[in-house]
């Protein structure tokens, strides 16, 4: 038996990895509605199902009142204690069927309101991913607010309730055709009443469902000015402008209150009426049936099975008003996703795989720069031409970039990601243990990885930070790495380019948050670890350039001198760009000390704290 049991959870468990593994397959982007029922067909066994049980659950509801009359016919007016007690076990079977099949219905709808939204999710994220650094460009973070954190469990949740409101529309039929066999006028009623209660629900759903595409796209812009005012808090302090941008976004805080509040009456309104008319023809039913068994045409248990079928109907009208309510809602919901997944990527898709060629040099047409197969090479230049370089040779957008002398848009893009990496200052640090940050691919295990992880962090120059963590590398860090200082975050996002070790490992500004003598350590560990590999280094550092095997002058996006760090030194360009960004960095170096030994400050304050509490 306990082997059964176990077999059984093993299949189950086998069919969830299977479901959680399995490729998305291509979603249908013509149209909200079009994805929802594409959603739908990709999950028609779960639904069908669903279907099928609220169904029994809902049927048996119905049935309920049915055989409670027949005992009052039967058993209670006709003295029948036999009869009495046979239909009160029919009472109990129908209620243990609507028990057994409403946990089934539990199970499915959880299925049909997680699946869905995991799977839009995975379209969602890879789409985002397709998008690479262009994310920013083409889509607004209100929309990716809204869709990562409301829109994708709206689509889930639109097809389980779907399932409900099925359910409900066959158990309504049911009781329908029941109220017409027993009193066709009470059955009249009925079925004249219902299709107006939604009618009227169905409009006041349309109207709700304008109100909050409007209140998602108020949403969407109050997020995208908060995250504007938050990233350039900075600048607006220096030219004096917090006072008018707080005013603006106040303003549009109470233009989305107002929207909100509209949207709310609306919601508020649609519940009110579908509570109001179904009680409304529950009480219409009542009054009917008492008067027709005033006047013997209905018999008492009839008139208890009646008013059982007028409670009874409030459930299903409700379900049946609530999914379409909730239609509306997943609509607006898929609209906004389908408008994230109709982002097209600046990047040509390129082949789906082929062999990647051996190791060879990179080299950008455009600019005449080439990276040979092994060295560590520096190029001087703007940041704005750091940046069209770095996004050239690192296939972040389409160029006549090669790579062992083959265009890289011909190369497979996954084969290029594994070759070459671009790692810059905006980089990310996300949550969860620093070994994980680290190595997220897990390629390191074991001593002989631990051994080149803790490699990669000296190089980086960031022992002292791992080792001042409680856990070192296994301690858990914020999103963005917030508890660490500019520089210290610039460090760890090296140290996990290093631990990466690509063929190509394209550097921009790597030191430019950190004092000189660190710098000095992180141009050495750069050196040191990368021997033997291609190393591409966009930087103004003296060290840099000194340690640097080759060194070129980019300016206006060409290659105007080459050479060593010393050569270039007579060059009065080179000289002058050299010295004017290092002096940039300097000052812009001065501001992140002062921070960092703040912060130094504070956690000796905490730890003299701490000590104190505990001698105390």
């Known amino acids: 038996m306990e082997a059964h049991v176990g077999a059984g959870r093993t299949r189950r468990g086998r069919a969830v990895d299977d479901f959680f593994e399995r490729e998305p397959g291509t979603p249908d982007l013509r149209g909200p509605w079009r994805y929802l029922i594409r959603m739908a ?55 243990a069927v609507g028990a057994l099949s409403a946990v089934f219905v539990e199970r499915l709808d959880t299925r049909l309101r997680v ?119 900075r600048v607006l302090r220096g030219i004096g402008g917090e ?54 045409r209905l018999s008492a248990g009839q008139m208890v099975a009646f008013y059982g079928y007028a409670g009874y109907l409030v459930i299903p009208t409700n379900q049946i008003t609530f999914a379409v309510s909730k239609a509306m809602q997943g609509h607006v919901a898929a609209e906004n996703v389908v408008r994230l997944l109709r982002t097209a990527p600046d990047l040509a898709p390129g082949p789906d795989a082929g062999a990647m060629p051996g190791p060879g040099p990179l080299a950008d047409p455009d600019s005449g720069l080439r990276v040979p197969v092994e060295g560590l090479t520096a190029v001087v230049c703007t940041p704005a031409d750091a940046v069209a370089l770095a996004d050239r040779l690192g296939r972040l957008t389409d160029s006549d970039a090669t790579y062992a002398g083959r265009r890289l848009t011909e190369l497979p893009l996954a084969g290029v990601r594994e070759r070459i990496l671009v790692t810059t200052a905006e980089e990310h640090l996300f949550a969860g243990p620093l070994r994980r940050e680290l190595d997220p691919t897990d390629r390191l295990s074991g001593t002989d990885g631990d051994a080149r992880l803790r490699a990669a962090v000296d190089a980086a120059a960031a022992r002292d930070i791992v080792e001042a963590l409680p856990d070192r590398l296994d301690t858990e860090i914020a999103s963005g790495g917030r508890e660490f200082s500019g520089g210290q975050q610039q460090r760890l996002r090296l140290a996990r380019a290093l631990t990466a070790d690509p063929e190509v490992l394209i550097l921009v500004d790597p030191t430019s948050a950190v004092d000189a003598t660190t710098e000095h350590r992180m141009a050495e560990g750069i050196a040191r670890l990368r021997r033997g590999r291609a190393t591409l280094v966009f930087t103004t550092s003296t060290l840099l350039l000194h340690r640097a095997d080759h060194v070129a002058l980019v300016l206006d996006g060409a290659v105007t001198a080459e050479g060593t760090h010393r050569d270039l030194l007579a060059d009065d360009r080179y000289r002058a760009l050299v010295m004017r960004w290092t002096d940039a960095a300097a000052a812009d170096g001065a501001v992140a000390d002062g921070a960092a030994a703040d912060g130094a400050a504070a956690q000796a ?11 105390g």
């Not at 099925?166 to 029941?178: E, H, K, N, P």
């Not at 005013?247 to 609306?266: D, F, I, M, N």
Request: proline letters at 2%.
């Open 115 to 233: 699946e869905p939204a995991y799977e839009t999710l995975r379209f969602v994220t890879r789409t985002v991913c397709e998008l690479g650094p262009a994310v920013g460009r083409k889509v607004s973070a209100g929309d990716l607010v809204t869709v990562g954190v409301s829109d994708i469990n709206l689509i889930g949740q639109t097809l389980e309730v779907g399932a409900r409101g099925i359910g409900g529309l066959a158990g309504f039929v049911s009781v329908a055709a029941f109220m017409l066999a027993a009193s066709w006028q009470v059955g009249l009623l009925v079925l004249t009443a219902v299709p107006v209660v939604l009618v009227v629900t169905t409009r006041l759903a349309r109207v709700l469902r304008d109100r909050q595409g409007r209140l998602r796209a108020h949403q969407r812009e109050l997020t995208d000015q908060a995250v504007d005012v938050v990233r350039g808090l």
């Open 605 to 615: 304050g905490t730890a003299d704290a701490g000590t104190t509490e505990v001698v």
């Open 243 to 296: 006072q008018l941008f707080a005013a603006r976004y106040r303003e549009g805080s109470q233009r989305l209150q107002a929207t909100a509040l509209r949207q709310g009456r609306a919601s508020a309104l649609l519940g009110a009426t579908r509570t109001f008319l179904p009680s409304l023809l529950l009480a219409g039913v009542v009054a009917l049936a008492g008067e027709l068994v005033l006047h013997q």
């Open 41 to 95: 067909a990709r999950h028609r066994r779960v639904l069908l199902l669903d279907c099928l049980c609220c169904m029994v659950w809902s049927a048996g509801l119905g049935l309920t009142p049915a055989v409670i009359g027949q005992a009052v016919n039967r058993g209670l007016v006709a003295r029948d204690e036999r009869a009495l007690v046979g239909w009160g076990l029919a009472v109990l079977g129908v209620g």
